[in-house]
């Protein structure tokens, strides 16, 4: 058994018959689902069927929005003191590029491997993960706007734990390409 959450992009939503024509590889998190992929799937987020497994179990979120309070929060969590500064700096600088780089309509988060490791109805898991998501952007925002400061300062201690995920244009599962 694996254990990834992985990201991708895409112009359009996976149906119970097709996936995306053009998938893009944005993310993989071992062993959790980081904040950053919470993030990044935080606006217009639903439930759709997966690309990888059978059934609803991949979390569509609208692209730029999500984005933009990632690359936000990011921000935040810089202006204070971050062990490693280096790393951190870099971390940012890789995400923000690739981001910009695998942009489209939609991020599409599939956490089914981890579910798999933890429960016994990965769906049941994955229908539960918009509201987690839901109470996650929200302290995002708040911290957007000054407030979370406790949240921030957690978020700093241990950012490789939320924000350290591997981004790459190619990931342990991968879509062809045409």
Same mark, same amino acid.
């Given at each position: 058994?694996?254990?990834r959450?992985?990201?991708?992009s895409?112009?359009?939503l996976?149906t119970?018959?097709?996936?995306p024509?053009?998938i ?9 689902i980081?904040?950053? #992929? %919470?993030?990044?799937v935080?606006y @217009?987020t639903?439930?759709? +069927?997966s690309m &990888?497994?059978?059934?609803?179990l991949c ?7 999500g984005a933009?309070?990632?690359t936000g929060l990011l921000?935040?969590?810089?202006e204070g ?7 951190f700096?870099?971390m ?5 590029e690739?981001?910009e780089?695998q942009?489209?309509r939609y991020?599409?988060?599939?956490p089914?491997?981890i579910f798999a490791? #933890? %429960?016994d109805?990965p769906?049941q @898991?994955?229908a539960?993960? +918009?509201g987690? &998501?839901?109470?996650?952007v929200?302290r ?6 000054g ?9 700093r201690r241990?950012?490789?734990?939320h924000f350290?995920s591997?981004?790459?244009?190619y ?6 390409q045409?």
């Amino acid at each position: 058994m694996a254990n990834r959450s992985y990201l991708y992009s895409a112009d359009s939503l996976p149906t119970e018959k097709d996936n995306p024509q053009s998938i893009r590889c944005i993310s993989e998190h071992n062993w959790d689902i980081p904040l950053a #992929h %919470e993030l990044l799937v935080g606006y @217009g987020t639903t439930v759709v +069927p997966s690309m &990888i497994w059978n059934g609803p179990l991949c979390v569509a979120g609208d692209y730029r929005p999500g984005a933009d309070l990632l690359t936000g929060l990011l921000r935040v969590v810089g202006e204070g003191e971050v062990p490693d500064r280096p790393a951190f700096e870099e971390m940012v600088t890789r995400t923000v590029e690739h981001l910009e780089k695998q942009k489209a309509r939609y991020f599409l988060l599939e956490p089914g491997e981890i579910f798999a490791l #933890h %429960e016994d109805d990965p769906a049941q @898991g994955v229908a539960r993960l +918009p509201g987690d &998501i839901e109470l996650s952007v929200k302290r995002a925002e708040a911290a957007l706007n000054g407030g979370e400061q406790e949240w921030v300062e957690s978020l700093r201690r241990k950012w490789p734990d939320h924000f350290g995920s591997f981004y790459a244009d190619y990931l342990y599962y991968s879509f062809p390409q045409d």
